[in-house]
């Protein structure tokens, strides 16, 4: 997944139901390490995750040069970023909650399985195309 795309196949529905093959944008939790401790858990694209680490301990203030990172290593499998700075860190006391699927900063991984919503509604695709069109038009 190097090029941050994966490959996906789903139906989808216009006039009728058709097949659709193509790339999505594929997504990892990325957990920030620093010196040792649990910084920072985000979603990202799968590439780029060492400039992303960077990048992010930037706009949080915590790093102003690049001479002041001793050691980055991104584990193999992308999800973890290890960064081993020139003097401690203390991670902030605030926390703030930005919009996006994932949400931002957080230690809980919103990967983690939820229990299937048990519901006996059923709605055709027809009548959902239908109500968007109705709740776009207002």
């Known amino acids: 997944m ?18 659709v093959r193509a790339e999505v944008i594929g997504e990892i939790l990325l957990t920030i390490y620093v010196n040792g ?32 990172v001793e050691a980055l290593i991104v584990n193999r499998d992308g999800c973890c970023v290890d960064l081993w700075l020139d003097r401690p860190v203390q991670r902030p006391k605030r926390e703030i909650l930005t919009s996006g699927c994932g949400g931002g900063t957080t230690f809980h991984d919103p990967g983690e399985a939820l229990p299937p919503i048990e ?12 109500l968007m069109g109705r709740l776009h038009g207002r």
């Open 119 to 130: 519901a006996t509604a059923r709605v055709s695709p027809e009548v959902l195309v239908e």
């Open 2 to 19: 190097d090029g941050g795309a994966v490959e996906a196949q789903w139906l989808e529905y216009g006039r009728g139901w058709s097949s």
């Open 37 to 68: 401790q649990e910084f920072a858990s985000i979603m990202s694209t799968p590439r780029d995750q060492a400039e992303l680490a960077l990048g992010f301990l930037k706009n949080e203030g915590v790093l102003e040069r690049t001479e002041q």
